[in-house]
């Protein structure tokens, strides 16, 4: 049975992504999404988005602020813009998204139906009841504004949808996978993020089930009687929740030396600075590619292949392309372009029987989890300083506009930063 696996802390944040960083999310999100169908198939896309870390981690490594709820919109929407047109090839198709967008889920869900050739009124039910057990069913203070549905070719689906506190400046993200799935109010989630705020309703709780039996019986037979047994049994104290993975996104918009596993994050850079060039050659004769767009798609290759126990620090993930409002620092748009290049390059290859640069990518991720117990390397503080110190000569940009190059100091041709 599907059950929660997880909460997280998500600061509520406004703004909009920029069209040249929303463009190479739907490009990074899509063929990162493909990879994956194709090593796992449709069902493991589905079980990673309904994932809270991973699910944070792929927004993060796709250059979206690493911890905020605008992560959630930006991912929906840059996969619904690259899996939709590709629904026919890859079998997944992206529907709802914020505001009128989430209201336009039934009619969306009727029309991939019938597409694809799944019952897209029955889904279209399951939406509005996935919708209603998180506004209604869990009454925790969050009024949802997202809904995202993804559904396969076969009518297996993933819901992702996160509302609002607007007194606490904060956002819940609820997930949910149909794999399992028995009932829709009996601990149904696969997991919901947000902040411990005090005492909830959650009808939806396994322990819930004697309260909604009783709630129907008393609207068959209504009387100060039976209400007030009902109170006197509410007034007994419930048994203790179990303790689930919990993930705290701070409020702080800078990437701390504190929010990164550094272990991991020396295991990355050794995998790209050493293992890279002499285990991949093939890999490297890519136009472009050198170590720092090696550490990029290492990266992006845990988020594809990796184990959900590697993704309890979403903000390394940040470190492959930045983030919009340059926190860790600006995105590196040359070293983004070339990662997307490369992997989208080693899909197609794969497609016609090649599969030896996807295995390369893959195989990244693999040294860099065995490089990761045995090496050390630069403090955070100075992988910070190298990336910005270079962010000009990799294209950096944020919202603020293009990165400028470093000043020189006289005499000397070299720069300042």
């Known amino acids: 049975m599907a059950k929660r696996s997880g909460s997280a802390d998500l600061p509520l944040h406004g703004g909009r992504v920029p069209a040249w960083l929303g463009e190479r999310m739907t490009r990074l999100g899509t063929v990162m999404a493909e990879a994956i169908v194709v090593d796992y198939g449709r069902d493991a896309l589905l079980a990673r988005l309904a994932h809270p870390f991973w699910f ?13 709820s605008g992560i959630t919109t930006s991912v929906i929407g840059a996969l619904k813009r690259g899996l939709n047109p590709r629904a026919g090839e890859l079998g997944i198709r992206v ?33 509005r009841l996935v919708a209603k057990v998180d506004s209604a069913a869990v009454q ?14 076969e009518g297996r689906w993933a819901v992702v949808q996160q509302g609002m506190n607007g007194a606490s400046k904060t ?10 799935l028995e009932s829709f109010v009996d601990s149904p989630h696969a997991a919901i993020e947000g902040r411990r705020q005090g005492e909830i309703v959650n009808l939806t709780d396994r322990r ?24 006197a049994l509410l007034e007994g104290k419930a048994p203790a929740e179990p303790t689930l993975p919990h993930l705290v996104m701070p409020d702080h918009h800078d990437v701390r030396s504190g929010d990164v596993m550094i272990r991991r994050l020396h295991g990355t850079l050794a995998a790209a600075a050493e293992a890279g060039p002499k285990d ?43 983030g919009k409002d340059r926190h860790p620092f600006p995105v590196p748009t040359k070293v983004y372009d070339r990662t997307i290049a490369t992997l989208k390059g080693a899909i197609e290859k794969a497609k016609l029987g090649n599969d030896e640069k ?34 000009h000569h990799y294209g950096g940009r944020s919202v603020f506009g293009w990165e400028p190059a470093p000043a020189l100091l006289p005499g000397t041709g070299r720069g300042t930063a």
């Open 95 to 127: 529907c709802g998204g914020r505001g009128k967008h989430s209201r336009a889920t039934p009619a969306e869900l009727a029309s991939a139906g019938e597409a694809a050739g799944f019952d897209g009124g029955a889904l279209a039910r399951t939406s």
């Open 358 to 391: 996807l295995q390369a990518i893959r195989r990244l991720d693999e040294q860099a989890r065995r490089l990761e117990a045995h090496v050390g390397g630069p403090s955070f503080q100075a992988v910070m300083a190298e990336e910005r110190r270079l962010s």
């Open 208 to 231: 819930a089930e004697a309260s909604r039996k009783a709630q129907l019986e008393l609207l068959a037979d209504l009387g100060p009687d039976a209400i007030a047994r009902e109170v």
């Open 171 to 180: 956002a819940r993200r609820y997930h949910w996978l149909s794999e399992g």
């Open 56 to 68: 944070q981690s792929f927004g993060a490594v796709m250059g979206m602020d690493w911890h905020s």
């Open 140 to 153: 925790d203070g969050f009024n949802l504004y997202l809904h995202g549905f993804f559904v396969t070719d």
């Open 280 to 322: 991949f050659p093939e890999l490297l004769l890519t136009p472009g590619v050198g170590a720092r767009t090696v550490r990029s798609l290492a990266m992006v290759a845990e988020v594809i292949h990796g184990a959900p126990c590697r993704f309890a620090d979403p903000a390394r993930y940040s470190l492959a392309h930045g």
